[in-house]
Each structure stands twice: as structure tokens, then as C-alpha cells.
């Protein structure tokens, strides 16, 4: 059975850092392009990073470019989302997916989620 499950979040002052994870089960997840999306409340779900499946090119989002890292460790199955310099405003909960192609849309390849993981950025 395909399977994300995320986790790290949490409640961190504004300017603090959390690390998420994305762990994979039934599939092997370095084969494919991985996104982080977000969604906060009363809005849309928006992707904010991706990482690629064949060189590990990434992409951010200009809210988050400088302050967020992705990462990829391939023998854990599991990507890594590093948020530094954290806003109010990266308040969500955060979810990862596999997507077509990083850097080219938010397009997603199998509609597979997890529950999330909430991050709540407030002092």
C-alpha cells in the first residue's frame, strides 16, 4: 500500500526552525519528483518545494527561497523539508506528494497523501 507519512512539525516561535519529514512505504520513492505543499486555513493548498528524482535540482517558491531546504536520503526512502527563519505567515499544515517534474508546475503524479504534519509559527 502506498503510503506518506509526515512529521516534525510543531509550535515554534517566529524566527525558529523545525525540520519535517516525509517518510515513503510501498513505493520507492527515489524514482520520482517530491513536493511539499502547504495548506493554511480558509486557503488553497500551494506547493512550496520540490525536489527532483534524477540529478536532485530543487525548487522553492519566492516565500520560502533562502530559508527552506529540501532534501532527499534515498536508502531512508524519506525527504526532508529544513525551515529556518520561520514567519507567521509559514503557518499550514504541510504535506509531501510525488509530482511530474520539479521546477515545472505543481502537476501531481499519484494522488497519494498523508495526514500532514501541522506547523504553527507564533510567539
Known amino acids: 500500500q502506498v503510503q506518506f507519512v509526515e512529521s516534525g512539525g510543531g509550535l515554534v516561535q517566529p524566527g525558529g526552525s523545525l525540520r519535517l519529514s516525509c517518510a515513503a512505504s510501498g513505493f520507492t520513492l527515489d524514482y520520482y519528483a517530491i513536493g511539499w505543499f502547504r495548506q493554511a486555513p480558509g486557503k488553497e493548498r500551494e506547493g512550496v518545494s520540490c525536489i527532483s528524482s534524477s540529478d536532485g535540482s530543487t525548487y522553492y517558491v519566492d516565500s520560502v527561497e533562502g530559508r527552506f531546504t529540501i532534501s532527499r536520503d534515498n536508502a531512508k526512502n524519506t525527504v526532508y523539508l529544513q525551515m529556518n527563519s520561520l514567519k507567521p505567515e509559514d503557518t499550514a499544515v504541510y504535506y509531501c506528494?510525488?509530482?511530474?517534474?520539479?521546477?515545472?508546475?505543481?502537476?501531481?503524479?499519484?494522488?497519494?497523501w498523508g495526514q500532514g504534519t501541522q506547523v504553527t509559527v507564533s510567539s
Open positions: 506528494a510525488t509530482i511530474v517534474a520539479c521546477g515545472s508546475g505543481w502537476l501531481i503524479l499519484y494522488d497519494y
